[in-house]
């Protein structure tokens, strides 16, 4: 695979099923800063941040996770390309009827940690939406809409099918032992300039660890950190920066018990120059527990 054929061009939408739909819609407008969009024929509520017609899906359920995402194809020929490489790898995909989510083309695929992939040509695009909360905007367009930390029930397994049918190239990794001797091992994986698009471990939870979304400005990332304590949204890491893609965020808690994170100022990828490396911190400074600060100051 050469510089430019990529087929998959970046993330494009997330879908979960949430049973507090009320406190979603909270975090999602009031605390994020995102414009609720026109409900979806399936009656998902939705949710926008730039100019595609819907970035979030949300559907009343007792899942509380991501229950399936959706990956923007470049056209229809590379819809073509992709599907005839994974059918001869036995991925079997299926076209899904209807456009529930504002996208002409519509297939589906699944990958090994039991996910649905919706891969999508032809995404609609509006007017963008008004976002007081977030002046400067969302990083988005050639970036896709942000990153997700997925499960992967064997790395191995999940990396082939990222790296060798999607295509998708292996930024870097971070292996090391947490306190309390959990191991992480992680693979971060690119689909366009935005550092990673897929991050994977193993040994988790539910389908998603966290979703990024990443501000234009620095102004605005403190904005949101901000009135996640305002707004009594629980936030499990603090300001802190990443050693492999130099993001400064936070993270939170969404209602449902995944975490989102919120960051600025994220390295891009250059293919041309770009090396994996083998990272061994997950973070330079900061992503403390807000609670050990409040334990040192008690003290
Ligand atoms: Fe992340």
């Known amino acids: 695979m050469t510089l430019g054929e990529r087929e998959i061009l970046g993330l494009a939408y997330l879908s979960f099923e949430v049973s507090d739909l009320a406190a979603w819609d909270r975090l ?25 017609a819907a970035r979030f899906f949300l559907k009343e359920g007792r899942a509380d996770d991501l229950v399936a995402l959706g990956f923007e194809v470049a056209s229809d020929e590379a819809l073509s390309r992709l599907l005839a490489r994974l059918e001869l790898a036995n991925v079997r995909s299926k076209v899904l009827p209807g456009a529930p989510r504002f ?3 519509r297939m589906e695929i699944l990958e090994p940690g039991g996910l649905p992939i919706e891969l999508i040509a032809g995404a609609d695009r509006l007017d963008p939406p008004k976002l007081p909360l977030v002046p400067g905007g969302f990083k988005t367009g050639d970036f896709g ?41 992680i693979a971060f994986l690119h689909a366009n300039r935005r550092h990673h698009t897929v991050a994977l471990g193993e040994g988790l939870p539910k389908a998603i660890v966290h979703f990024m979304l990443e501000t234009r400005t620095l102004e605005d990332l403190g904005r949101i950190y901000d009135r996640a304590f305002d707004h009594g949204v629980r936030v499990t890491k603090t300001l802190g920066q990443h050693p492999n893609d130099r993001m400064l965020g ?7 018990g995944i ?16 090396e994996p490396s083998l990272y061994h ?18 003290r």
């Open 281 to 298: 911190e997950v973070s330079i400074f900061g992503h403390r527990s807000p609670r050990s600060y409040r334990d040192v100051h008690s």
């Open 28 to 52: 999602l407008v009031e605390t994020i800063g995102l414009e609720r969009g026109k409900d979806a024929p399936d009656g998902a509520l939705t949710y926008r941040l730039d100019e595609n």
């Open 103 to 105: 996208a002409e083309t």
């Open 145 to 185: 809409l942000g990153h997700i930390a997925l499960r992967a029930r064997s790395l191995e397994e999940s990396r082939r099918f990222f790296e060798e049918l999607l295509d998708f190239g292996l930024s870097d990794r971070i292996e090391c032992e947490l306190l309390g001797g959990y191991h992480v091992d």
């Open 250 to 256: 936070f993270y939170a808690l969404t209602p449902s």
């Open 259 to 274: 975490q989102f994170e919120i960051g600025h100022g994220g390295v891009e990828i250059d293919e041309r120059r770009w």
